[in-house]
């Protein structure tokens, strides 16, 4: 199953020069500031590149953080963790001391301005998530995913949505950031964006268990776990403008429908296995129709509009492979029925089992590294609050200049045919 | 062809199927019927059950499972002799293309002897197996004269050995007999301890929860 994902476009960012001036009283403290641009002009560009070296691309990311560490926090002494608000560690002197302007993956007219440090570092690991869910787009588009590339994905699409969850957890540290609709600090947008991530790693399981020809009624159960994950990331964005969501949403609803299919089609030859081959036929019928619904959705997904991946899914691999699985296991149980059993084909669809204990994708959950070795209680001194002769931004403001969007590297996704037999090459 | 069948096009010719996609097609058949035989062979047992289960408190519905039994009987009969005439068609299938593949090898070995024989000729043959067979006396006579020991006594009684042999064997018996017990008489204790049931197996449960034991291992290794 040569995967397919819709990505949103990386948020956009206007270069930040680390200028203190005045505030800077020693050498080392100009210092950082002059790493900290480097560093950030540095990773903002690695972003462009879904096919980036993931390690190469998380110590930048790492790094960077760990030299930011102390416009969040008072250094006290060099060990600080900063895991979450109630441990009891002092907001930093620098916060409001930098103005930084993102803009929102949804919303590319849309951009903000805020004077807190902590808008930076959560919109840079929102970054890094978006960062992550493409490359694990592009490791699963190759044209031969081994192994290790299988599990190099799902290690990103966890990691991704655990990044997200920690920035959904930290927002209320913005005063009026997630009241912006649609913006990427909207709750519901990053509520959609974690099960959105959930739900793709969850998709690698799938795949593995039909590659590795695990028991049909598991495979029906990962499938229809997926599928209630995909709509429940789509009901996130129920009230979004339509202009800016409805392409991600159409995405959302055909991987729903999609994996339903999946999900009727293995329940299928589950109940074939145990001679119920009348309710064997309907669920066989039921995936077929949940196909079609998906193909429907695959065109309405190609003339959607707001921003992401343009192509048409209905020609993609992925799409195609699924096809004849479900019209194999429809002749197949028909055959059967009408050769051995002449069993009645009911009229109600049959349950899917969606236990909770189906859904095998964690996330994992991401923590904030510790400050760099360069910060200390006497470097966090020497930055001289008294000659910072600077507004407080701190109130979320809208900009009045737009920013462009990221010129990004275009995912390749094959169209090779996966060499193996069950089409299903992410195993 | 008629002036009929030029014009609409008379009925194409289908390409016959190849032995193999008809000894697969066979074969998908007999694995079909093998299933229903089965299945029927189930509903035998049920109504089996069923006719035992009314008995005489509901005779009319006793017969009827019966009757019900030996139709699904019939069927099975009728299975079996479906069955066997597919496998005689089938193996005479297998044998016809095998034959067939046989005689294309044999064909290409007798073209590969022709050309190897090509450059022989027989009377060639005949002086070098000659010279061989001499060279060969010649080496048996060396052989032979170098394995005869010149000088050395080679006389050994066979007898005289046969007789230490026995001594030695009557020897070994008797000390058997003087070492044999008579063997205990008494036999163990039978356990007095309830055997556990039977548990129900559910082995496509017990297979789903070991693949998903499999793939939670994979996605969290």
């Not at chain 1, 002197?93 to 951009?111: D, E, T």
């Not at chain 1, 509009?305 to 699924?322: A, D, M, N, S, V």
């Not at chain 2, 479906?82 to 067939?100: C, D, F, K, M, P």
Request: charged share 30%.
């Amino acid at each position: 199953m040569s995967h397919w994902f819709h990505r949103n476009p990386i948020k956009p960012t206007e270069f930040v020069k680390f200028d203190l001036k005045g505030v800077l009283t020693t050498d080392t403290c100009s210092k950082i500031c002059g790493e900290l641009r480097l560093r950030r002009d540095k990773l903002v560009s690695q972003f462009k590149n879904a096919s980036n070296d993931l390690e190469e691309v998380t110590k930048e990311f790492n790094e960077y953080l760990r030299l930011f560490a102390g416009f969040l926090i008072e250094i006290q002494s060099s060990m600080v963790e900063l895991e979450n608000k109630d441990a009891g560690n002092k907001n930093s002197k620098l916060i409001p001391l930098i103005r930084f302007k993102w803009g929102n993956s949804m919303l590319p007219q849309a951009a903000t301005e805020v004077s807190d440090t902590w808008f930076e570092a959560l919109s840079m690991i929102q970054c890094m998530a978006m960062w992550l869910t493409k490359h694990a787009a592009s490791m699963a588009g190759k044209d031969e995913v081994r192994e290790s590339d299988a599990k190099e994905c799902l290690q990103c699409l966890r990691q991704a949505g655990g990044m997200f969850q920690y920035v959904k957890d930290e927002s209320s540290r913005l005063s009026g950031a997630n009241e912006v609709e649609g913006s990427d600090f909207d709750p519901k947008v990053m509520e959609t964006y974690i099960l959105t991530a959930t739900a793709e790693a969850q998709e690698v399981i799938v795949a593995r268990a039909i590659e590795m020809k695990h028991d049909d009624g598991l495979i029906s159960s990962l499938a229809a776990v997926t599928a209630s994950i995909f709509s429940k990331a789509d009901q996130c964005l129920n009230n979004l403008p339509d202009e800016s969501f409805a392409r991600w949403r159409r995405y959302l609803q055909l991987k729903h429908h999609f994996y339903l299919a999946y999900a009727f089609a293995f329940l299928g030859q589950k109940q074939l296995s145990e001679d119920k081959c009348g309710e064997a036929v309907r669920a066989c019928k039921q995936g077929i129709a949940e196909y079609g619904v998906a193909k429907e959705m695959a065109a309405m997904y190609a003339t959607a509009t707001g921003p992401g991946t343009r192509i048409k899914p209905e020609q993609h691999l992925f799409f195609r492979r699924i096809e004849p699985l479900l019209n194999r296991h429809l002749e197949k149980a028909e055959r059967e029925n009408g050769f051995i059993y002449h069993q009645k084909v009911p009229d109600e669809i049959p349950q899917l089992d969606v236990e909770a204990t189906y859904g095998l994708a964690k996330l994992d959950s991401f923590t904030y590294p510790p400050p760099a070795e360069s910060w200390n209680t006497a470097v966090y001194s020497a930055f001289d609050l008294s000659k910072a002769n600077m507004p407080d931004f701190s109130k979320i403001k809208k900009s009045k200049s737009k920013l462009d969007p990221v010129h990004e590297e275009k995912i390749y996704q094959t169209e090779k045919d996966p060499s193996n037999s069950s089409g299903c090459v992410i195993a | 062809m008629s002036l009929f069948g030029k014009i609409f096009g008379g009925r194409k010719q289908e390409a016959p199927s190849t032995p193999q996609e008809s000894i697969q097609k066979l074969r998908e058949t007999e694995e079909m019927l093998e299933k229903k035989q089965e299945f029927l062979e189930k509903k035998v047992i049920d109504e089996k059950q069923n006719a035992v289960k009314y008995g005489t408190k509901n005779k009319r519905m006793a017969l009827q499972c019966l009757n019900r039994k030996r139709n699904f009987e019939k069927q099975l009969a009728h299975i079996d002799g479906v069955l066997s005439t597919i496998g005689y068609q089938r193996e005479a299938l297998e044998n016809a293309s095998t034959n067939a593949e046989v005689l294309n090898v044999m064909g290409t070995a007798s073209k590969a002897l022709k050309a190897a024989h090509n450059n022989m000729d027989i009377d060639q043959v005949h002086d070098l197996m000659e010279d061989i067979a001499e060279q060969q006396e010649v080496a048996n006579e060396i052989a032979e004269a170098i394995s005869n020991p010149v000088g050395f006594s080679t006389a050994v009684d066979d007898d005289d050995l046969m007789r230490e042999l026995e001594a030695l064997e009557q020897e070994e018996l008797d000390k058997e007999l003087l070492d044999a017990r008579a063997p205990p008489v008494t036999l163990p204790d039978t356990p007095n301890i309830a055997l556990p049931a039977v548990p129900a197996s559910r082995p496509r449960a017990k297979e789903a929860d070991k693949d998903l034991e499999d793939l939670e291992s994979w996605a969290n290794a």
